[in-house]
T-cell receptor, first 113, second 117 residues
């Protein structure tokens, strides 16, 4: 049973560029969330997708956008990258059931130079 | 608003001794509480959760957590620490949308646990 998988593992981008991160949820899961973890901090919620729609959004600017595909996989896009966007980006998946466990992937390390 | 506090940035304990990593929470309604562990340069691994029922929750790798509603705490414990338990531990509370089963996690800042031989 595959867990949450993310790609790429590491990437380096230049300020102003755009980046796309990808996530495949755990088998059977249809809800995907994205979190940003800056160095020395706890993960911060970016947004959540269910039924191919953004259902919730955290306090992140519109430069952060996403998409969910019919197979439940998801992408996180960040435009006009800033140095402060350097972080570990974590994808999480779950079922929309009360009390269900949320599982995380290994993350994508983004460095903006 | 939902929030989690982990009052200790670091916890140091000798191998074989019991360990406790503290967490307090603030949430409207019934809390859904979680503990995750993060090893260096890795993602988050689920340890255990409290939804309802018994206040003592048992999880992976011998960890357990005690839910205390009056003190709004959910401390992580292990009777006998191992060097391999050294990692970053996060407490989180889940916020459910009103009338929905979708929810997000609010994390604490994390506690670095170091177990020395």
């Amino acid at each position: 049973d595959a867990g949450v998988t993310q790609s790429p593992t590491h990437l380096i981008k230049t300020r102003g560029q755009q980046v796309t991160l990808r996530c495949s949820p755990k088998s059977g899961h249809d809800t995907v969330s994205w979190y940003q973890q800056a160095l020395g901090q706890g993960p911060q919620f970016i947004f959540q997708y269910y039924e191919e729609e953004e259902r919730q959004r955290g306090n992140f600017p519109d430069r952060f956008s996403g998409h969910q595909f019919p197979n439940y996989s998801s992408e996180l896009n960040v435009n006009a990258l800033l140095l402060g966007d350097s972080a570990l980006y974590l994808c999480a998946s779950s079922l929309p059931i009360q009390g269900n466990t949320i599982y995380f992937g290994e993350g994508s390390w983004l460095t903006v130079v | 608003a939902q929030s989690v506090a982990q009052p200790e940035d670091q916890v140091n304990v000798a191998e074989g001794n019991p360990l406790t990593v503290k967490c307090t929470y603030s949430v409207s309604g019934n809390p859904y509480l979680f503990w995750y562990v993060q090893y260096p340069n890795r993602g988050l691994q689920f340890l255990l959760k409290y939804i309802t029922g018994d206040n003592l929750v048992k999880g992976s790798y011998g960890f357990e957590a005690e839910f205390n509603k009056s003190q709004t705490s959910f401390h992580l414990k292990k009777p006998s620490a191992l060097v391999s338990d050294s990692a970053l531990y996060f407490c989180a509370v889940r916020d459910l949308n009103r009338g929905s089963t979708l929810g997000r996690l609010y994390f604490g800042r994390g506690t670095q646990l170091t177990v020395w031989p």
